[in-house]
């Protein structure tokens, strides 16, 4: 089974402009959550997905936005970037059907880190 | 609101010492508490997890951690440290069974393993 994938990796951006980073969920996974690590700090829960509709909001603007597909990936949206927006974004997905490799535990994958200037 | 508070930035140990990293947690209803471990330029892996029932838990590579309601701590440990398990561990806490995936991490605590 695959795990959950990031990308890109790294990218660097200047404020105001805009971002979006996709994740592709662990296969037999439903539900996206994704986090914002800044440096030194733990994660932080942005939004989670689940039949593709936002699930539940962390103390985020709304300029971060997300999608979820039918195929159950994701991308997280954010606009007219900041510099405090530098940091490790984190998806991570899981599954609530009880049998399923994961189910109810967060699987995260490695992040994509974006540095804004 | 739910909040945990993870004592020391970081810990240093000898190889084969005893691991103890602090966690104590704040929440309004029962609590479902995992520890984390991330390695350089890794996600995060899940340790371990409590949810109900046994209050001391085991997981993977040797360690384990005790839920105790009284003192509202989830205290993460390991007799006796190799140098993998030098990472960054992070303790986390849930909403019980309403939103596991809505987690609230603490700022983290550094091992370091000496040889």
């Known amino acids: 089974e695959t795990g959950v994938t990031q990308s890109p990796t790294h990218l660097i951006k200047t404020r105001g402009q805009q971002v979006t980073l996709r994740c592709s969920s662990q296969?037999?996974?439903?539900?996206v959550s994704w986090y914002q690590q800044a440096l030194g700090q733990g994660p932080q829960f942005i939004f989670q997905y689940y039949r593709e509709e936002e699930n539940g909001r962390g103390n985020f603007p709304p300029r971060f936005s997300g999608l979820q597909f039918p195929n159950y990936s994701s991308e997280l949206n954010v606009n007219a970037l900041e510099l405090d927006d530098s940091a490790l974004y984190l998806c991570?997905?899981?599954?609530?059907?009880?049998?399923?490799?994961?189910?109810?535990?967060?699987?995260f994958g490695a992040g994509s880190r974006l540095t804004v200037l | 609101a739910q909040s945990v508070t993870q004592l020391g930035s970081h810990v240093s140990v000898s190889e084969g010492a005893l691991v103890l990293l602090r966690c104590n947690y704040s929440s309004s209803v029962p609590p479902y508490l995992f520890w984390y471990v991330q390695y350089p330029n890794q996600g995060l892996q899940l340790l371990l997890k409590?949810?109900?029932?046994?209050?001391l838990v085991k997981g993977i590579n040797g360690f384990e951690a005790e839920f105790k309601k009284s003192e509202t701590s989830f205290h993460l440990t390991k007799p006796s440290a190799h140098m993998s398990d030098a990472a960054e561990y992070f303790c986390?806490?849930?909403?019980?069974?309403?939103?596991?995936?809505?987690?609230?991490f603490g700022t983290g605590t550094r091992l370091q393993v000496f040889p």
């Open positions: 296969s037999g996974h439903n539900t």
């Open positions: 986390a806490v849930s909403e019980g069974s309403y939103n596991t995936d809505k987690l609230i």
């Open positions: 409590y949810t109900t029932g046994a209050t």
């Open positions: 991570a997905s899981s599954s609530d059907r009880e049998g399923v490799s994961g189910a109810n535990v967060l699987t």
